[in-house]
């Protein structure tokens, strides 16, 4: 009896110690939990600020909103896109045409960079839905963002590629043998941004 007392007396310690070590977690994930949301409220908050920025600058005016998507649950919540082109009225940015999306993508990737910068952006074709104003208007936006941030785009805009620092090509002279070119343009004009095109 002794021996079983004692032996229930030290699981029961044990289970103790359990309960109290899942008291402990549950406290310091929902700690960690109340973090995440306030750090990820401040930062979407932020982004939102330079989003309505970008999305203005390009499109003359208008709005740029994010929204947090509330679902209920164990899913996360998503981020939802709403803008507003001037003269028209608010929708999900699914709804715009390819420019207009591309630009919403740009001003949505600036923002971002403007929140937490990167060294190097790698952009493909970003500009190819555009037409010759808003390439323009993209043009500004990347010499501000080469500024600190090492940009190679791929692009057959010539406007684009009239504003890198370094072009890089592929020919081919021979059938079958392809070639790659390399053209400085930084030398020629050093005021140029560091951006690539290829």
Same mark, same amino acid.
């Given at each position: 009896?002794?021996?079983?007392?004692?032996?229930?007396?030290?699981?029961?310690?044990?289970?103790? =110690?359990?309960? =109290?070590?899942?008291?402990?977690? +549950?406290?310091?994930?929902?700690?960690?939990?109340?973090?995440?949301? /306030? +750090?990820?409220?401040?930062?979407?908050?932020?982004?939102? +600020?330079?989003?309505?920025?970008?999305?203005?600058?390009?499109?003359?005016?208008?709005?740029?909103?994010? #929204?947090?998507?509330?679902?209920?649950?164990?899913?996360?919540?998503?981020?939802?896109?709403? *803008?507003?082109?001037? /003269?028209?009225?608010?929708?999900?940015?699914?709804?715009?045409?390819?420019?207009?999306?591309?630009?919403?993508?740009?001003?949505?990737? &600036?923002?971002?960079?403007?929140?937490?910068?990167?060294?190097?952006?790698?952009?493909?074709?970003?500009?190819?839905?555009?037409?010759?104003?808003?390439?323009?208007?993209?043009? /500004? &936006?990347? +010499?501000?963002?080469?500024?600190?941030?090492?940009?190679?785009?791929?692009?057959?805009?010539?406007?684009?590629?009239?504003?890198?620092?370094?072009? #890089?090509?592929?020919? &081919?002279?021979?059938?079958?043998?392809?070639?790659?070119?390399?053209?400085?343009? !930084?030398?020629? !004009?050093? !005021?140029?941004?560091?951006? *690539?095109?290829?």
């Amino acid at each position: 009896f002794s021996a079983l007392t004692e032996r229930v007396q030290f699981l029961e310690s044990q289970a103790a =110690d359990l309960r =109290d070590s899942v008291s402990s977690l +549950r406290a310091t994930i929902a700690e960690i939990e109340r973090t995440i949301a /306030g +750090r990820f409220a401040a930062t979407l908050e932020e982004v939102t +600020r330079h989003f309505t920025r970008y999305w203005q600058r390009l499109f003359n005016g208008g709005e740029a909103q994010l #929204y947090l998507q509330e679902e209920g649950g164990e899913s996360e919540p998503g981020v939802e896109i709403r *803008v507003r082109i001037p /003269g028209k009225r608010m929708v999900n940015l699914t709804l715009l045409s390819g420019g207009e999306k591309a630009l919403g993508a740009l001003a949505f990737l &600036m923002a971002l960079f403007s929140v937490r910068p990167s060294p190097f952006c790698l952009l493909d074709e970003v500009d190819a839905a555009l037409d010759e104003p808003n390439v323009e208007r993209f043009l /500004g &936006m990347l +010499r501000e963002l080469t500024a600190t941030t090492q940009t190679i785009i791929i692009t057959h805009n010539p406007r684009t590629m009239e504003a890198a620092d370094i072009l #890089y090509g592929v020919t &081919m002279e021979e059938p079958g043998v392809s070639k790659l070119v390399s053209v400085a343009l !930084a030398e020629a !004009a050093p !005021a140029r941004p560091a951006a *690539v095109g290829a």
